[in-house]
């Protein structure tokens, strides 16, 4: 594969595609920068410690880890966010996001929105776990005249899901269970 001068080779990256015409291939980039340094335990018996950080270009630093269930203590930390975590606070987040988005344009004053989200792990046809399913569970509270039916604020999540762009960037199925009063 070729790549232009400057440009790391990533796979599925076409560099005779114009630079002009790249510009409006990638809308924003989004980095993060994961950090590991062996403390501890002999690394090739596999006693060393899993746990990491995860640095955002806004400054936040995430103390991460494997979740407990696929790397026992003390080489994992149930304290720190696991990628699994991670995975599902992502998906709630930007629903989230897009939905109050949504709500807004659609005229419903909201005041708070809580999610309970849930993320199952079952191992695929090859025996490989993965996150085949999320479930969002929010609570939302409206105020003003201008309240939502069921049918409208099924609507609305119908509306965030099909907007969101980290649920039309993976393949887990993502189901919404509203929390209602």
């Known amino acids: 594969m ?13 560099s ?7 510009i409006y291939l990638i809308m924003s980039e989004h980095k993060a920068v994961i950090t590991w340094t062996h403390q501890s335990g002999d ?7 899993r746990e990491h950080h995860w640095r955002f270009d806004g400054g936040a630093v995430v103390p ?6 696929n790397v026992r203590p003390p080489y994992s930390n149930p304290a720190n966010v696991d990628p699994e975590e991670a995975y599902v606070a992502s998906i709630a987040s ?10 807004y344009r659609a005229g ?28 969002l569970c929010p609570r939302i509270v409206y105020t003003g005249a201008k309240l939502p039916s069921r049918e409208e604020e099924d609507q ?3 509306a965030a899901h099909d907007q969101c762009f980290i649920a039309n960037s993976v393949k ?9 009063a």
């Open 2 to 14: 070729r790549t232009d001068p400057g440009r790391p080779s990533i796979a599925g990256y076409n």
């Open 16 to 22: 005779s595609i114009p630079e002009a015409a790249r």
């Open 43 to 49: 690394f090739l018996k596999g006693t060393y410690s």
């Open 64 to 69: 991460a880890s494997p979740s407990p269930s």
């Open 94 to 103: 930007c629903h989230m996001l897009t939905f109050l988005y949504v709500a």
């Open 108 to 135: 419903f004053a909201v005041v708070s929105y809580e999610d309970e989200a849930v993320g199952h792990v079952e191992k695929n046809q090859n025996g490989i776990p993965w996150v085949s399913k999320v479930v």
């Open 156 to 158: 609305l999540h119908h």
């Open 172 to 180: 887990s199925e993502i189901c919404v269970s509203p929390r209602r």
